[in-house]
C-alpha cells in the first residue's frame, strides 16, 4: 500500500503564499501521474492541477497564472506552490497520486488525508 501524507496548510491573508507538500510512501511501487485537489464546504471535491510522471502539468482556469505544480521523483513528491490566494481558495486541499505496485503491476489511487487552506483577513 502507499500512504500519501499532506503539509503546508494553513491560515492566510488574501494576496499570500502557501507552499502544499505531499510525499509518498510504502511499500514498493512506482507513481504515475499525481495531483491536487480541493473541496469547499457544501460543495463536491474538485482537481486543482495535475502532473505527469514526465512533468507534464494542467491546471484548473481558476487557479491558472497563481499556483505551480511540481515534483521529485527521486523524493516521491509533489509540491502545489499556491500565490495571490483568494478567499474563494479556502478548502482542504488532497493530494492524489496514480500508481503501480511493482509486484503485480496493478493499477491503484491513494489520496492523502488533506490539508485546510484557510484565506482570510
Known amino acids: 500500500q502507499v500512504q500519501l501524507v499532506e503539509s503546508g496548510g494553513g491560515l492566510v491573508q488574501p494576496g499570500g503564499s502557501l507552499r502544499l507538500s505531499c510525499a509518498a510512501s510504502?511499500?514498493?511501487?512506482?507513481?504515475?501521474?499525481m495531483g491536487w485537489y480541493r473541496q469547499a464546504p457544501g460543495n463536491q471535491r474538485e482537481l486543482v492541477a495535475t502532473?505527469?510522471?514526465?512533468?507534464?502539468?494542467n491546471y484548473a482556469d481558476s487557479v491558472k497564472g497563481r499556483f505551480s505544480i511540481s515534483r521529485d521523483n527521486a523524493k516521491n513528491t509533489v509540491y502545489l506552490q499556491m500565490n495571490s490566494l483568494k478567499p474563494e481558495d479556502t478548502a482542504v486541499y488532497y493530494c492524489?497520486?496514480?500508481?503501480?505496485?511493482?509486484?503485480?503491476?496493478?493499477?491503484?489511487?491513494?489520496w492523502g488525508q488533506g490539508t485546510q487552506v484557510t484565506v482570510s483577513s
Open positions: 492524489n497520486a496514480d500508481y503501480r505496485s511493482t509486484t503485480n503491476w496493478s493499477k491503484y489511487a491513494a
Open positions: 510504502g511499500i514498493i511501487f512506482r507513481l504515475d501521474a
Open positions: 502532473i505527469t510522471s514526465g512533468g507534464s502539468t
